[in-house]
Structures are given as structure tokens and as C-alpha cells.
């Protein structure tokens, strides 16, 4: 069942999902989909003050994932009282692994849980809120939907869904396959 195995992976991950979230800095922007995904609450930072990020990041308890080296040198970062990782790769899915693996993330503890374009938490909605909402060919195969109370998009498991959860199970197999090494 489903519902269960979601219950599971919130299980392994509820000790980080209570305490990792993210700010990504724009120079690594994809991050933030794929964070937004698992479930972690993720920022996105498009302005270009780096200290605006950074007292962000600290007033919200933020991780930084960035490529900017300036940020990794600063003292609230350098002291440790800010946690920032610097990102090597420029492409995304490595920068996703590295992620993964620097944190020991769960790849999925909580998929599809906030909207993966403001991250806001999803609204679980019944089919009949959705009626003139999706296309006709959805509401016919569909019964399980999810709202952003925010813009308002309608999330269901259709084809773009699986397409993403494959991604994260091979997310999830790599780190698999490293920890058995
Ligand atoms: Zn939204």
C-alpha cells in the first residue's frame, strides 16, 4: 500500500525532516526541485546580496548549498555556526548526490509533500474538488489529488510524477550501492 510505505521512509527521516531545511543559492538552482521532491523545505535564492541569504539562512536555520567559494570563507561559516556545502559539480545530478551523500540524506521520506514551485505544503483534495480542474482524461483515471494552497496547482500521480519518483529511486540505489562499499 502505499500510504504505508510513505509512512515508512517518514519514519527513517523524522529527526531530519524536523531540522534540515535549505536555502539554494541560484547558482545551483535545480537543487531546490529535487529537495522540494523528497520533501525537504527548500528556498530558493534569486536576489544577489550573498548576506541577505546568509542572515536568511541563519534567522531559519538553513543549510546553504551553493558554489560560491566567498560564502564557505565567511566567519559565520568557517566558525560553523552557519552550516553551508559547497557544491563541486555544475551538473545537477551530481550536485544532487553530493548533497545526498554530505548529509546522509533519505532520499525519499517525504515525496511530494510541498509544492515543488513555491514550497508550500500540499493539501490533500478529493476528486470532487478537483471536477473542471484537471483535464477530463485525468479525472477519469485519477482519484488521489493534492493542492498548493498558495498557486493553486493540482498535483496527481500522473505520468510526470512516476517519471520523478524513478529519479529518486535511483537516488536512492546509489547511495545504496556507496554504503556498501
Ligand atoms: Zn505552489
Redesign the pocket.
Known amino acids: 500500500m502505499e500510504g504505508k510505505k510513505i509512512k515508512g521512509f517518514l519514519l527513517k527521516g523524522v529527526r531530519l525532516i524536523e531540522t534540515l531545511k535549505f536555502i539554494v543559492d541560484n547558482n545551483v538552482g535545480k537543487l531546490a526541485k529535487w529537495l522540494r521532491i523528497m520533501g525537504y523545505d527548500t528556498l530558493f535564492f534569486n536576489g544577489t546580496n550573498d548576506s541577505r541569504m546568509v542572515s536568511t539562512a541563519l534567522n531559519e536555520e538553513r543549510v546553504i548549498l551553493t558554489r560560491d567559494t566567498q560564502i564557505m570563507r565567511r566567519r559565520v561559516v568557517t566558525s560553523g555556526r552557519l552550516k553551508a556545502i559547497l557544491i563541486q559539480s555544475d551538473k545537477p545530478e551530481l550536485q544532487m548526490r553530493q548533497v545526498i551523500n554530505d548529509l546522509n540524506l533519505d532520499c525519499r521520506f517525504k515525496p511530494f509533500a510541498l509544492?515543488l514551485?513555491?514550497n508550500?505544503p500540499l493539501l490533500e483534495r478529493s476528486k470532487q474538488q478537483v471536477e473542471g480542474r484537471v483535464p477530463p482524461y485525468v479525472f477519469q483515471t485519477q482519484s488521489q489529488y493534492m493542492e498548493?494552497p498558495?498557486?493553486h496547482?493540482i498535483y496527481w500521480r500522473g505520468t510526470h510524477w512516476q517519471a520523478m519518483t524513478r529519479k529518486l529511486n535511483k537516488f536512492e540505489e546509489c547511495q545504496r550501492k556507496e554504503e556498501g562499499f
Open positions: 509544492c514551485e513555491c508550500q498548493c498558495t498557486c496547482r
